[in-house]
């Protein structure tokens, strides 16, 4: 199966929590019928890969938001 890059490599400083900030860098792309948002720390090391619910296709604002809170989410695992 072929990926299509929706949103290519963006570089990101995640506000978290009490004046913290993370930089990452994260894309979105389709695998099949899957859409999913891959998250990298700044030294390009994997993350975290979100697979997006169905007919999710959303603006770079919105996929920032999901950012933050699988970041929060990660964090206070």
């Known amino acids: 199966m072929a990926q299509a890059t929706i949103q ?10 009490f004046d913290e900030h993370r930089d ?18 700044a030294d390009d090391t994997p993350l975290h890969t979100l697979e997006l619910p169905d007919g999710v296709k959303l ?11 699988v970041l929060l989410s990660i964090i206070a695992d």
């Open 24 to 41: 990452v860098r994260y894309r979105v792309y389709r695998l099949g019928e899957s859409l999913f948002q891959e998250i990298r720390n």
């Open 8 to 17: 290519d490599w963006t570089d990101s400083q995640v506000l978290l929590k």
């Open 59 to 69: 603006e770079k604002s919105s996929y920032e938001v999901l950012l933050r809170y």
